[in-house]
């Protein structure tokens, strides 16, 4: 079975600009989350989805958002694109909410400049 | 809010030794710890979870990790290390009262490199 699926895998924008990031779960699961990891740190959280409605949001501006569709893939969107945006993006699915595992996808590397 | 801590954010040990990563956490209720590996350019592999049965976890790879209250530490550990061992380690812990794994907040990570 294929695993988690993120594109694109490498981006470059300029800073104000916008991005759409997107994110195939495995086959199955219908829970999302999303994490910001900046060079040399830790993920941190921005989104859980479940279901199509957002289940958690982490310390992040309005200028992220994001969605889930009904076939469980999900995009995540960052607006007036800042320099301290640039960071591998992680996508994350579960089976359903709970203490299962997550299955992490590769990531997508963001480089604003 | 909970939070965990990593102490060392690199560790050298020979090939063949003990590896201990460190991880201290700061949380109001008994939480749900978790012990991931990045290896460079993929995402991250669950290793072991604590979610409050047996205090000492086993997990993947030869990895255990004992959840101590009394020092509020979940350190990871392995007998002998190989040389596949080589990537980032990252402690990491649930919200409390949530019953979820997937709104985790992480540490900052340990690199361990093994050497021959």
């Known amino acids: 079975d294929a695993g988690v699926t993120q594109s694109p895998t490498h981006l470059i924008k300029t800073r104000g600009q916008q991005v759409t990031l997107r994110c195939s779960p495995i086959s199955g699961h219908k829970s999302v989350s999303w994490y910001q990891q900046v060079l040399g740190q830790g993920p941190q959280f921005i989104f859980q989805y479940y279901e199509k409605e957002e289940r958690g949001r982490g310390n992040f501006p309005d200028r992220f958002s994001a969605r889930q569709f009904p076939n469980y893939s999900s995009e995540l969107n960052v607006n007036a694109l800042l320099l301290g945006d640039s960071a591998l993006y992680l996508c994350?699915?579960?089976?359903?909410?709970?203490?299962?595992?997550?299955?992490f996808g590769p990531g997508t590397r963001l480089t604003v400049t | 809010a909970q939070s965990v801590t990593q102490l060392g954010s690199h560790v050298s040990v020979s090939e063949g030794a003990l590896v201990l990563l460190r991880c201290n956490y700061s949380s109001s209720v008994p939480p749900y710890l978790f012990w991931y590996v990045q290896y460079p350019n993929q995402g991250l592999q669950l290793l072991l979870k604590?979610?409050?049965?047996?205090?000492l976890v086993k997990g993947i790879n030869g990895f255990e990790a004992e959840f101590k209250k009394s020092e509020t530490s979940f350190h990871l550990t392995k007998p002998s290390a190989h040389m596949s061992d080589a990537a980032e380690y990252f402690c990491?812990?649930?919200?409390?009262?949530?019953?979820?794994?997937?709104?985790?907040?992480f540490g900052t990570g340990t690199r361990l490199q093994v050497t021959l």
């Open positions: 604590y979610t409050s049965a047996a205090t």
């Open positions: 990491a812990v649930s919200p409390p009262n949530t019953g979820t794994a997937s709104k985790l907040t």
């Open positions: 994350a699915s579960t089976l359903r909410d709970g203490l299962y595992e997550q299955y």
